[in-house]
C-alpha cells in the first residue's frame, strides 16, 4: 500500500523563527506533506494576528509544494484526525523542551493513539531560538537577523517593539 505521509506541526509561530524554518524545511523533505499548523488564542496578547503568521510563513515558504498552512483550534489529536494526518511534527532544542514535549506527546497518544509524534532536532545555531527571545531582543534594540527570516525581521520594524511590550 502506498500512502502519503501528512505530517501537522503545530505551534503559535508569533513570529516564526529560523528555528521554526528549519525544522518545517526537514519536515518536508521527510514527509509527503506537511501542515504548519498555526494556533488560535493561545496568548492573550500575540504579536502578530494569526492571518499575519499565516501570510508570513505562506511567503517565507513559496517555494515548498508539499508544506502547507491552516489553523486550528481545540485539541490538536482531533484536528489532525480531521486532516487524517498521522504525524505530529515537533522540534526539540534542548534538555529543558524535553519534560514538556514527552508530556504533550503521551497525552496525545492516549487521547488518540492512531497519530504518532515525531521529533526533530534543528541546526546547532538554531538551538537556543525562540519567538519569545526573539521578540525581547527586538523590544531591547538587539539587532536578531540570522535568527528570524527577513521579511519576519521587517515586520518586526515595523511593530515598533519598545520596553513597553515587554511588560503585556
Ligand atoms: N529554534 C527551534 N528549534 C527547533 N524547534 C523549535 C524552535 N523553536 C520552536 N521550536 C518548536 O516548534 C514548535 C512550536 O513552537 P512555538 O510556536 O511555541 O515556538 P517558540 O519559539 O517556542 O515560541 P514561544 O517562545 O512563544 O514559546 C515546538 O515544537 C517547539 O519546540
Ligand atoms: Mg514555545
Redesign the pocket.
Known amino acids: 500500500m502506498n500512502v502519503d505521509t501528512l505530517a501537522v ?6 513570529p516564526l ?1 529560523n ?2 524554518v ?2 518545517i524545511s526537514r519536515g518536508s523533505r521527510v514527509f509527503d506533506r506537511i501542515i504548519v499548523a498555526i494556533l488560535l488564542n493561545v496568548e492573550k496578547a500575540p504579536l502578530f494576528t494569526v492571518a499575519e503568521r499565516v501570510e508570513i510563513a505562506r511567503e517565507v515558504f513559496a517555494k515548498y509544494p508539499n508544506v502547507e498552512f491552516d489553523t486550528f483550534d481545540g485539541l490538536l489529536v482531533e484536528y489532525a484526525r480531521r486532516r487524517q494526518a498521522g504525524v505530529i511534527v ?4 534542548a534538555i529543558s ?1 524535553f519534560e514538556y ?1 514527552m508530556q504533550m506527546a503521551l497525552m496525545n497518544r492516549h487521547l488518540n493513539p492512531e497519530v504518532e509524534t515525531v521529533f526533530m532536532m ?1 541546526a546547532v545555531p ?2 537556543y ?5 526573539v521578540k525581547e531582543v527586538v523590544a531591547l534594540g538587539g539587532s536578531v537577523t540570522t535568527l528570524v527570516p527577513s521579511l519576519v525581521e521587517d515586520r518586526l520594524r515595523e511593530k515598533k517593539l519598545g520596553r513597553e511590550t515587554l511588560k503585556a
Open positions: 506541526y503545530p505551534g503559535s509561530f508569533d523563527t528555528g521554526h528549519d525544522i515537533r522540534g526539540l532544542r523542551d514535549e534543528p538554531y538551538t531560538v525562540s519567538s519569545r527571545l
